[in-house]
């Protein structure tokens, strides 16, 4: 694996989900045909720019960039977009968007959002919000998703597991086991076409026995839901094929890849860093990008790592 830096744009940088255990799991899927999912940028005035697979970036005006932006839904139609603007253990604050079709007299024109929701209740820091193609938010409490801030699960939680991340065409629920140092061996996927669950093993230990870095952080899909790629914050990355028939539950684990770590530098002392990261499938079946922080991090901010991207084929993983 080699990696790339992810260089700026007519200023605009890559946005990615804020470091630490409070940030949901990152989640893509491949398609096999262009859609409306679009990759998001964030400009020197803190705004944030949704760019659809045609290169054309629109802008989706805040009033206000007090808060930083926690996190991004997309509906699976790629027509609604919400900011997460404000997120704490009983408070969400979140903006709507409509994004304009591709090809669209309206695209790239700036937007502002057409309704908000300032929500309190129980919510659990880490776990994924996500809307539907209706517009219909859900919120992650202790053992489920509810709709806004109704606590009324929707969906039974498999036991000892808690919910975690939605797949992009919400075909799938995940649900991770994690232990008390926050190591997640255990990933359960419920297919809500047909309600049975995929049990994924991590097959490899943590590389290095610390609270966090055995956290899930990073989950994607190929095309036709085939395979499912799950990273971890120590760089441990392994790929499944995964049964989505009815018949086919089996779950094969076809090898791991590691990603380098970094580190916090603070003073003279030296911490491992979480790894930040979120990965795609680049075709439809045998290579993974992996877009992750590079390097070593100071608190004076000089010699600071930088962001870049890794190759990870599957014919070259280990242990497959």
Do not use: C
């Not at 408070?91 to 669209?104: C, D, I, K, N």
């Amino acid at each position: 694996m080699t990696a790339e830096p992810l260089s700026s744009e007519n200023g605009l940088r890559r946005w990615l989900p804020n470091a630490g255990d409070i940030s949901p799991t990152s989640v893509t899927k491949f398609a096999l045909s262009e859609g409306q999912q679009p990759m998001f940028w964030v400009d020197d005035s803190h705004q944030i720019w949704a760019e659809t697979p045609d290169g054309v970036k629109t802008r989706l005006y805040r009033p206000s960039t007090d808060h930083p932006v926690d996190d991004i839904i997309v509906s699976p139609d790629g027509d609604i977009i919400v900011l997460v603007v404000e997120r704490t253990a009983h408070r969400l604050v979140a903006l709507y968007y409509h994004l304009p079709p591709m090809g669209s007299e309206e695209a790239g024109r700036e937007k502002e959002h057409f309704d908000d929701a300032q929500l309190n209740g129980e919510f659990v820091f880490g776990r994924a919000p996500w809307v539907s193609n209706q517009g219909e938010l859900y919120l992650p409490w202790p053992n489920h998703w509810s709709f806004l801030e109704e606590d009324h699960p929707r969906w039974t939680t498999p036991e000892g597991f808690q919910p975690d991340f939605v797949s992009l065409d919400q075909r799938f629920l995940g649900y991770v086991k994690r232990n008390d140092e926050m190591h997640d061996h255990e990933i359960m996927l419920l297919d809500t076409t047909n309600e049975h669950n995929l049990l994924l093993r991590r097959n490899q230990p943590v590389s290095i026995n610390s609270y966090g870095l055995g956290k899930m952080v990073s989950v994607a899909f190929s095309a036709l839901n085939a395979l499912a790629a799950v990273g971890f914050a120590d760089g441990y990355i392994e790929i499944y094929r995964i049964g989505t028939d009815e018949n086919e539950q089996d779950v094969i684990s076809l090898g791991f890849a590691r990603v380098p770590m970094g580190q916090y530098i603070l003073g003279d002392s030296r911490h491992p860093k979480p790894k930040q990261m979120v990965m795609k499938f680049a075709n439809a079946f045998d290579r993974l990008l992996v877009f992750h922080d590079v390097g070593d991090f100071r608190t004076d901010q000089t010699g600071n790592g930088t962001y870049g991207v890794s190759e990870v084929y599957l014919a070259d993983l280990e242990g497959g």
